[in-house]
């Protein structure tokens, strides 16, 4: 069995924190996401920078209770910060030069070389994902959309294209209407996370 007490070791980097960040259908009913919305298809929606508010809540085979986080995470440009507040203070920072982490306000410290890419993952970029810039995944993913009724909220669906990436990743699940509004990674362990972000603005 999994011990709970490890969490702070496997959200390390967004392979931790996320995974980084994703394919189990968990997201909010299917009426609510519906009701009196109108939906761009999601490669019309606004692809921007943004400071949301996020709940990951990581399901781990041998763990029986599923392990939740929260935080806030923002895009600037090719800055992410991943910052997990709950149950532990972890800032994760992607850029250009790297990827960084402060563990409960400590200093930061070098986590893996590169920039904005999930260590582990290939390099998928995670800001594209979170900002559901579809034109920036096309590289990685055979991608699909659907929508249960016209005009109303999406799904994406993003297979890897590379089968070394299938192996470790599995696919990615985004849904939203105007934004990105949950992602859900499935790994090829078994393991999978399921990341609802707080509508701007909220």
């Not at 200093?107 to 900002?131: F, I, K, M, S, Y």
Request: glycine content about 12%; some cysteine; aromatic content about 4%.
């Amino acid at each position: 069995m999994g011990d709970a007490r490890d969490f702070p070791r496997k959200v390390g980097t967004l392979s931790g924190v996320i995974a980084l960040t994703i394919l189990a259908a968990v997201s909010l009913p299917e009426d609510a996401l519906s009701a009196g919305r109108s939906c761009p298809p999601p490669s019309e929606i606004a692809v921007s920078d943004f400071s949301r508010g996020f709940v990951q809540t990581r399901h781990l085979k041998g763990v029986s209770v599923p392990l939740v986080s929260k935080g806030t995470v923002s895009l600037d440009g090719e800055i992410i910060e991943w910052h997990n507040r709950s149950p532990v203070d972890i800032l994760t920072t992607f850029g250009p030069d790297g990827i960084t982490q402060s563990v409960e306000g400590g200093d930061p410290e070098p986590v893996a070389a590169g920039g904005g890419a999930v260590p582990g993952l290939g390099g998928l970029p995670l800001a594209n994902v979170l900002r559901g810039d579809l034109s920036k995944l096309d590289a990685y993913f055979l991608i699909s959309t659907s929508a249960a009724v016209e005009n109303g909220p999406w799904v994406t669906v993003l297979q890897p294209r590379d089968s070394g990436l299938a192996d470790i990743l599995g696919t990615i699940e985004i849904r939203g209407c105007t934004e990105v509004e949950t992602v859900t990674l499935r790994r090829a362990t078994g393991d999978y996370d399921v990341i609802q972000l707080v509508p701007q603005g909220s």
